[in-house]
């Protein structure tokens, strides 16, 4: 079955203090993994996709990276306006574009 | 930029009224989907269409039906609400490509059945 499992359930972090987020993933064939962003009350905002093992997208503060076996998205110098909660998701082989997600981090950046 | 929309941000319903949820998207996409997210359970997909008039069951369809009339509108249906389908409702949309087909969602509605 395929699962995804995100670690941890929850980040503090000071302002400036790098870290990364994890995406453990099981699947029998990977289509694409997916990154995204949820801000409290409103819809995941698309961050980034990632194909094939050692792919990595950039954007501002963000970095995502993919294994065979997992993806982290690093966060580089946070600020406070990161704080969300990120999502991954993957697309399996054949799966029609139906993505399986996983439960999230949830991200707070103090000043 | 890709934009998907749903009619409402919230809602209060009774239990056994008829609930619409609408949802349109504006870049001629194939792919629409309707999701649930409750805390600790994340995000489950309830069904799903690739075309107009298509339709397919995700994980949770009991207690829904779907309509897609137009390829730009997809719209959830409670038949008949209950208290157990408070949630927020996020609606999405994708292309069907073998690059750049993630799915992009609307801002969601918070829906309470009282």
């Known amino acids: 079955e395929d699962q995804v499992t995100q670690s941890p359930e929850a980040l503090r972090l000071q302002e400036g203090e790098s870290s990364s987020l994890n995406c453990s993933y099981t699947?029998?064939?990977?289509?694409?993994l997916f990154w995204y962003r949820q801000d409290p009350g409103k819809g995941p905002e698309f961050l980034f996709t990632?194909?094939?093992a050692g792919e990595e997208k950039e954007k501002e503060r963000l970095k995502a990276t993919l294994t065979k076996k997992e993806s982290f998205l690093h966060i580089t110098a946070p600020k406070p306006e990161d704080s969300a909660t990120y999502l991954c998701a993957i697309e399996p082989l054949g799966a029609g574009n139906m993505l399986t997600f996983g439960g999230g981090t949830r991200l707070m950046v103090k000043p | 930029d890709v934009k998907v929309t749903q009619s409402s941000r919230y809602l209060v319903k009774r239990t056994g009224e008829k609930v619409f949820l609408e949802c349109v998207q504006d870049?001629?996409?194939?792919?629409m989907f309707w999701y649930r997210q409750d805390p600790g359970l994340g995000l489950r997909l309830i069904y799903f269409s690739y075309d107009v008039k298509m339709k397919e069951k995700g994980d949770i369809p009991e207690g829904y039906s779907v309509s897609r009339e137009k390829k730009e509108r997809f719209s959830l249906i409670l038949e008949s609400a209950s208290t157990n389908q408070t949630s927020m409702y996020l609606c999405?949309?994708?292309?069907?490509?073998?690059?750049?087909?993630?799915?992009?969602f609307g801002p969601g509605t918070r829906l309470t059945v009282l």
């Open positions: 990632l194909y094939s």
């Open positions: 999405a949309s994708s292309q069907t490509r073998v690059r750049r087909n993630e799915q992009f």
């Open positions: 699947v029998s064939g990977l289509r694409g």
């Open positions: 870049m001629d996409h194939e792919n």
